[in-house]
């Protein structure tokens, strides 16, 4: 028997098939969601310190609110999870009224941009800071040749690393690792 067409078999394995994907594919958005931003998130974070690194690269001067022109040593970024909490880092250009800056955050020195996660990637908190003690850094990049020198540092280590995780989550999480070369790299 040659019949052309198909069976109602045929019509409901398709049917069946279109209704369980996109209902295996809703269930999962939440998760896929979150997934999303903590990849925005830490891709996010290391363009920020590329962005830092490349000023000080270039020797940007640092112009303020006023459009002043201030002189800096250098450019960096801060974490601190006690002082900004687990969902905020700072950019910042290192003071140097003085004639040279201190090569880490102060409260004299220019905060160039707050990165809020709640503003942008709610879910997402800097879960951990590794080689470093206090829970915070300040990765600074010195003016002209963007020489490395990371604060808080462990002695002995030659690298931190910054962790972001899912506050859903604990299992979920991506890092950044800079070393005292300059390499910054997404894990």
Do not use: C, W
């Not at 003071?95 to 709610?122: A, K, P, T």
């Not at 931190?160 to 997404?186: C, H, Q």
Request: aromatic share 6%; glycine share 6%; net charge negative.
């Amino acid at each position: 028997m040659d019949s052309e067409g198909f069976t109602i078999i045929e019509l409901l394995i398709v049917v069946a098939i279109i209704i369980v994907l996109p209902a295996v594919v809703i269930s999962n958005f939440p998760q896929i969601k979150n997934q999303f931003a903590l990849s925005r998130a830490i891709y996010k974070m290391s363009q920020d310190i590329r962005t830092i690194q490349n000023m000080a690269l270039s020797s940007v001067p640092y112009k303020d609110s006023f459009n002043l022109l201030r002189p800096v040593a250098g450019y960096g970024v801060h974490v601190d999870v006690n002082a900004l909490g687990n969902k905020k880092y700072m950019l910042y250009a290192d003071n140097s009224d003085s004639g040279v800056g201190n090569q880490q955050y102060d409260n004299l020195d220019y905060v160039v941009s707050l990165i809020d996660f709640r503003n942008s990637e709610q879910g997402v908190i800097i879960k951990e800071i590794s080689n470093t003690s206090g829970g915070k850094v300040s990765v600074d990049f010195g003016l002209p040749n963007a020489d490395v020198t990371i604060s808080e540092i462990n002695q002995g280590k030659s690298d931190m690393r910054i962790v972001l995780g899912l506050e859903s989550d604990a299992t979920k999480t991506r890092s950044i690792l800079v070393n005292i070369s300059g390499l910054i790299e997404v894990q």
